[in-house]
């Protein structure tokens, strides 16, 4: 399925004291993969609010390999696990530099109708441009 990879420079607030980076942080990281895994094909979680269909995570999994620390640029490797229903699933790997995996981490969201709450198919849109 479609992959795609973007670099983050770790930041000194994203740290703890010892200059590593505080665990929850990782959430972070990965939805900036997700989010512009999403812009690469066009789509956008703004647009896509504008329409009344909203993409809240409903399960997180993060497995810690090695560290990222203070000034590290890491790698963010996005990759959709398969075609999407009413839920979407991406799975990641986050390395440093060197190449050494230091996390792996996968994510569930689910397409809402902001209108009714509750869970409707992928938009079709969606379907189109992951299978462009």
Same mark, same amino acid.
């Given at each position: 399925m479609k992959i795609d990879e973007i670099?983050?420079?770790?930041?000194?607030?994203?740290?703890?004291q010892m200059g590593v980076v505080?665990?929850?942080?990782y959430a972070l990281y990965?939805?900036?993969g997700r989010i512009e895994w999403l812009r690469k094909l066009g789509i956008s979680y703004k647009s896509?609010?504008?329409?009344? %269909?909203?993409?809240?995570v409903v399960s997180l999994s993060i497995n810690? +390999? $090695?560290?990222? %620390?203070?000034?590290?640029?890491?790698?963010?490797?996005?990759?959709? +696990? $398969?075609?999407p229903t009413a839920k979407i699933e991406f799975e990641y790997e986050i390395s440093n530099e060197k190449g050494d995996v230091l996390t792996v981490a996968s994510t569930t969201l689910v397409f809402i109708d902001m209108k009714t709450n509750?869970?409707?198919?992928?938009?079709?849109y969606i379907l189109d441009a992951i299978k462009k």
């Open positions: 670099q983050i420079r770790v930041r000194y607030g994203e740290t703890d505080y665990h929850g942080n990965l939805e900036m896509m609010e504008e329409n009344g %269909v909203m993409l809240p810690y +390999k $090695k560290s990222a %620390v203070y000034d590290d640029v890491i790698n963010v490797k996005t990759q959709l +696990k $398969k075609t509750r869970p409707i198919k992928a938009p079709q």
